[in-house]
């Protein structure tokens, strides 16, 4: 082989890929003119370093004789070359109709399982892919044309993990050449002609369009561009890690359970590392990537948005569900937290303060006076100290947290609601609600400490005299 093309996949397999001399490689085979060209310039270069090769072919179950004809080609490539052989079969349709996928997302599933085993097999380090150049302009230009973010117009990565892409620096036209020149043969996937795949139609009519009225090296253009983008990206990406493990951390959830962030964190992010942290947060619970597209993260973004409470289904079983001020990630169902059992209620008789079992809070009762330096209705800027009539007040009070069927008469309401209905409504999220005290009257709730007085013992024009109510730490 010409120096110059062995030359360029050896510097690939150092620079690019992480390859060392000893280090073990798995070359998946085809039966195409890449994958084959692959096995024989690593079988050359194997033995300067050295390397040890073993070789792997996977059948789909799709293409029928046509299938059979490149698993016996890549077995005698891999005799004839003296390389360990690997094979492996599956029912590529019947794995898409069971698990709701595309037939091309469950070949690639299922080729890439068998690809790690057969590595593992072979105590291979790296398992090295025949992507080339054209690949990479044709994966480029196809997730422009269905909307990608900057991830994905890097395009297809030299390595990650286990898996390498030596040829991605060499164009097809060079390997067809240096297989003709060597009298090497190769297998013709027919599949590669059909128009009725998007990339075929990106391959045979729209690249030759663009060579011939824009752009002659459109391919090298992409290639570059793709370049270029991969490297902000991981720049991007670093960032956008650190910022997920520092979220993370703020909000813990317990080892293997469902991924809870605190959505004012995520929008003090700026929106380039929040849709990256997302994507991090989706992939630790589960979603996989590949079926991720743009629609997915702007749901996720609605979600932090809206004020209230929703969720979303995305690919894999994920749900990304919006609670009071979480986003939590996880797969199937996840129960809310439990309420805790209420605590018995502490009698009162104003003034004077007491600590509210069941909540972090005490609150404290004083006389108001005088009344014209209390307000009418509403509580004090943050919601701290309410007011109430006194003369308005039963004699027996107490101070208890919320019970199923407890009522409530909002401010200037025609007839007392459901107290959840309007914790609901007044935006209370639903993590504080069982911790909020509550100023009651037997069953009768008179006052959410921190949120709103009952109608009932509003204060008046013609209140005379009141108590202050304010919410505190203990």
Not at 42 to 51: D, K, Q
Not at 211 to 229: D, G, I, Q, S
């Amino acid at each position: 082989m010409p120096k110059s093309i062995v030359s360029k996949i050896e510097d690939a397999l150092r620079r690019r890929c992480g390859v060392r001399p000893g280090h073990g490689i798995l070359v998946a085979i085809s039966g195409g003119p890449d994958s084959t060209f692959l096995c024989h310039a690593l079988r050359e270069i194997a033995h300067r370093w050295p390397l040890r090769l073993a070789a792997a072919h996977f059948h789909h179950g799709i293409r029928g004789p046509a299938a059979d004809r490149d698993a016996a080609f890549a077995a005698t490539l891999a005799r004839d070359l003296g390389l360990p052989f690997f094979s492996g079969r599956a029912d590529a349709p019947a794995h898409a109709r069971r698990h709701g996928l595309s037939l091309e997302e469950a070949a690639r599933e299922l080729r890439l399982g068998f690809l790690r085993e057969a590595a593992a097999g072979a105590g291979a380090d790296r398992i090295a892919l025949g992507h080339t150049a054209d690949d990479q302009a044709e994966e480029v230009l196809l997730r422009l044309l269905r909307g990608s973010a900057l991830a994905g117009l890097s395009g297809i990565p030299w390595r990650r993990g286990p898996f390498v892409r030596p040829l991605l620096g060499t164009r097809k036209a060079e390997i067809l050449a240096e297989l003709e020149r060597r009298r090497l043969p190769w297998c013709r996937d027919e599949t590669n002609s059909d128009p009725r795949h998007l990339r075929n139609r990106v391959r045979s009519r729209l690249l030759p369009l663009l060579r011939e009225h824009f752009n002659p090296a459109v391919e090298a253009t992409l290639n570059r561009t793709a370049a270029l983008l991969a490297d902000d990206e991981a720049v991007l990406e670093d960032l956008a890690r650190a910022a997920f493990s520092r979220l993370e951390n703020d909000a813990p959830a317990p080892s293997g359970g469902p991924i809870r962030l605190r959505v004012a964190d995520l929008l003090a992010e700026a929106p380039a590392i929040r849709r990256r942290v997302v994507r991090l947060a989706l992939e630790a619970a589960g979603a996989p990537l590949r079926r991720l597209v743009a629609a997915h993260l702007l749901g996720v973004e609605a979600l932090l948005a809206r004020n209230r409470d929703g969720r979303i289904d995305l690919p894999g079983g994920v749900r990304a569900e919006r609670r009071d001020d979480r986003l939590v990630l996880h797969r199937g169902e996840v129960p809310a937290a439990s309420r805790p059992a209420p605590a018995a209620p502490v009698a009162v008789h104003l003034p004077g303060a007491w600590a509210v079992p069941g909540t972090p809070h005490r609150v404290r009762a004083e006389p108001a006076v005088p009344p014209e330096d209390f307000p009418r209705a509403a509580p004090l800027p943050g919601g701290r100290t309410l007011f109430v009539d006194a003369a308005r007040l039963p004699d027996a009070l107490a101070l208890r947290t919320r019970r199923p069927g407890d009522r409530f008469w909002p401010l200037g309401a025609p007839a007392p609601v459901r107290l959840k209905g309007f914790l609901s409504r007044r935006g209370v999220p639903r993590s504080t609600r069982d911790t909020l005290p509550l100023l009651v009257d037997e069953g009768e709730v008179l006052a959410v400490l921190g949120v709103e007085v009952s109608h009932r013992v509003r204060v008046r024009p013609d209140t005379r005299r009141a108590f202050s109510l304010t919410l505190e730490p203990r």
